[in-house]
């Protein structure tokens, strides 16, 4: 319902969105007691309306899941009440809507952060900035100064992060997207891509120097060593790329075995998806062997699959602007014609699509040449397209059946070779504890799914 009115006046929404200054990142709506952030970028905040919104709102559950690893360690010693809601994504429709549960909080009930922008920045409360303090340098993160004129407080993570004494007496930590640093950034990045490309925790980790999370932000822009603490981030990117990627590549080529999910594997070692381009340029400088072979295949078999997935997204989300509704019959055109156009009868044109994707997300190097890439492509077109399918099926939350990726010159996908089309649900990954229910998640799960299939058979 809130994707499919995406182009409706706010006053002729049947879900309304909530009013005041909520951020600009996200549309805000509450319905059947969760609270939903639908990703789109109503401020001119990055390049495009929705894939950049998207890309920042991962963010949400890979610094909950850090956060929480932290506060469910007994050594660390966090006092009691100190939480986190229920928070998972939603991909629908090319769409992503962020499903928070809802906590006893009110406008007078925060007291660490700021919910302006950094015009006021709250620490109020001794016991909880000394556990920000420490929160902060178990994630390696540098103390900084945020706020303006004579308010200058020192912070320990990003400054519009919230934690709220709640109406209950625990204290809930909230609007954490920006704890993680940003990579290097410069002038000519992305707009506003410092706000989404982010050090992974594991990298964070491993590194010698803790490391501001309001790099490059306007938040420590009063801090007098903000240029320094800034330059940080490039360093800290700059040991990915001389220490952690050739560490990563040595160890591959002696432990790893042919695995279609590479860049979970990466991931593990605190390398970004938007370094696999790097990844294969530094593998194919190697002396070839049968292990570089396959290592470059796997990296380009991801690429295209995220690349895939991405195009699609878009198609999905024109499609559902222009008719103003979703439907599954909708969702399989769409699916259909992408992966009929990029992989089932795929050109040199389709793959020289692909590789600029590939420049553009994946930091593919100008030294790996158009020819040289194609390849691989080809090769992966020939021998695994039906496995290729079946991965961006997974990533995107649909089957295919009834094709024989096998028969050569095969006739296109059909929209009714496209089936089980779901949401796409990612959540938090609690550690166990007696605090944690799993049966909260299957009821958050259960209230997304019923809304979505009703919204579909009331639209039949």
């Not at 800290?236 to 560490?247: N, Y």
Request: charged share 25%; glycine share 6%; aromatic share 10%.
């Amino acid at each position: 319902m809130i994707v499919s009115e995406i182009g409706y006046p706010n006053d002729e929404k049947i879900i309304k969105p909530l009013g005041g200054d909520l951020g600009k990142s996200s549309e805000k709506y509450i319905a059947h007691g969760i609270f939903f952030k639908f990703c789109v970028d109503q401020e001119n905040i990055f390049s495009s309306k929705f894939a950049e919104s998207m890309k920042w709102s991962k963010n949400e559950i890979r610094v909950s899941n850090a956060i929480i690893k932290h506060i469910q360690n007994p050594e660390n010693k966090f006092i009691p009440g100190l939480s986190l809601p229920l928070v998972c994504s939603v991909d629908v429709a090319g769409f992503r809507i962020i499903a928070v549960s809802l906590v006893p909080i009110d406008s007078q009930s925060l007291i660490y952060g700021s919910d302006n922008q950094g015009k006021t920045v709250h620490k109020s409360n001794d016991s909880i900035n000394e556990e920000m303090e420490k929160l902060g340098r178990l994630m390696n993160l540098k103390e900084h100064l945020a706020g303006r004129g004579e308010e200058l407080k020192t912070m320990h993570l990003c400054t519009d992060i919230e934690v709220h004494q709640g109406l209950d007496n625990r204290y809930y930590i909230l609007d954490i997207a920006r704890v993680f640093p940003p990579t290097y950034h410069t002038r000519h990045s992305k707009k506003g891509s410092f706000l989404y490309e982010n050090v992974r925790e594991e990298l964070l980790s491993r590194y010698h120097t803790p490391v501001s999370s309001d790099n490059y932000s306007y938040f420590q822009f009063h801090d007098p060593n903000r240029k320094e603490l800034s330059k940080e981030s490039g360093r800290i990117t700059k040991f990915l790329a001389s220490v952690i990627i050739p560490e990563a590549i040595d160890r591959l080529n002696m432990e790893y075995k042919e695995d279609y999910n590479i860049s979970k594997y990466l991931q593990e070692l605190g390398i970004n998806c938007r370094y696999l381009g790097v990844m294969y340029y530094q593998i194919n400088k190697l002396v070839p062997s049968e292990k570089t072979i396959s290592l470059k295949k796997m990296l380009v078999f991801d690429m295209i699959v995220r690349n895939v997935k991405s195009i699609s997204r878009r198609v999905l989300r024109e499609i559902t602007v222009s008719r103003g509704i979703i439907t599954n019959q909708l969702e399989a055109i769409g699916y259909a014609s992408v992966l009929n156009r990029l992989v089932i009868n795929a050109t040199n044109v389709s793959g020289a699509s692909l590789i600029s994707k590939m420049r553009e997300n994946h930091n593919l190097p100008i030294n790996i040449t158009d020819e040289m890439i194609l390849r691989d492509i080809n090769l992966i077109f020939e021998y695994d397209k039906g496995l290729l399918v079946e991965h961006i099926g997974e990533a995107l939350g649909f089957t295919v059946t009834g094709y024989n990726f096998n028969e050569p010159n095969g006739l296109d996908l059909s929209p009714d070779n496209i089936s089980n089309i779901v949401p796409v649900v990612k959540r938090q990954v609690w550690f166990p504890s007696e605090d944690v229910d799993e049966g909260i998640f299957d009821y958050v799960n259960s209230i997304i799914n019923n809304m979505y299939y009703q919204y579909l058979d009331d639209n039949s």
